[in-house]
T-cell receptor, first 117, second 114 residues
Framework: AQKVTQAQTEISVVEKEDVTLDCVYETRDTTYYLFWYKQPPSGELVFLIRRNSFDEQNEISGRYSWNFQKSTSSFNFTITASQVVDSAVYFCALSEADSGGYQKVTFGIGTKLQVIP | DAGVTQSPTHLIKTRGQHVTLRCSPISGHKSVSWYQQVLGQGPQFIFQYYEKEERGRGNFPDRFSARQFPNYSSELNVNALLLGDSALYLC?????????????FGSGTRLTVV
């Protein structure tokens, strides 16, 4: 069974600080995808990144960066120089194909990030 | 282009009643997925539909059903509502079924069962 653990339920940082959100996953498959989504108070899930299991390159997009390490089954997300607009709940998710070849997605419980001005 | 639209945005129902939630995918997207998000939890997968056929189902009771129409819009139906069905119901669309899970989500329908 697949599982996603986000051990940090809530984090508070002061604006301009860097913050890392942790994500640890479990899967028996060798082919899978990992995601991060942002959920602002308005409720919609905003896609941030997708990473497949064969691509361990870290990625940077502006103030956002992701560190994928298969050896530790982790896919951590760092926000550099945090801003108040970064305040939201962030979800890590794991997707793998079921027996029918269709993607089955498991989300973590989410980490609520509060950036204090 | 319009994103994924869901209606209604909020709904209050009584235990035992039935509810229908609606979702219109992004134009050109043929796959729609439904998720339930209970307060304080991550979204849980309920259904995926593609070309009007069910392609995936999560661990939800038979009280939950869905369908997809020729225009690719979708309805989620829940019968015999329980208090525990109170949640945010999210719809996501994607172009294909074996493509990655829909990563364009709507804003959701918040269902409260009293």
């Amino acid at each position: 069974a697949q599982k996603v653990t986000q051990a940090q339920t809530e984090i508070s940082v002061v604006e301009k600080e860097d913050v890392t959100l942790d994500c640890v996953y479990e899967t028996r498959d060798t082919t899978y995808y990992l995601f991060w989504y942002k959920q602002p108070p308005s409720g919609e899930l905003v896609f941030l990144i997708r990473r497949n299991s064969f691509d361990e390159q870290n990625e940077i997009s502006g103030r956002y960066s992701w560190n994928f390490q298969k050896s530790t089954s982790s896919f951590n997300f760092t926000i550099t120089a945090s801003q108040v607009v970064d305040s939201a709940v962030y979800f890590c998710a794991l997707s793998e194909a079921d027996s029918g070849g269709y993607q089955k997605v498991t989300f973590g419980i989410g980490t609520k990030l509060q950036v204090i001005p | 282009d319009a994103g994924v639209t869901q209606s209604p945005t909020h709904l209050i129902k009584t235990r035992g009643q039935h509810v229908t939630l609606r979702c219109s995918p992004i134009s050109g997207h043929k796959s729609v997925s439904w998720y339930q998000q209970v307060l304080g939890q991550g979204p849980q997968f309920i259904f995926q539909y593609y070309e009007k056929e069910e392609r995936g189902r999560g661990n939800f009771p038979d009280r939950f059903s869905a369908r997809q129409f020729p225009n690719y819009s979708s309805e989620l139906n829940v019968n015999a509502l329980l208090l525990g069905d109170s949640a945010l119901y999210l719809c996501a669309s994607s172009p294909f079924t074996t493509d990655l899970p829909g990563y364009t989500f709507g804003s959701g329908t918040r269902l409260t069962v009293v």
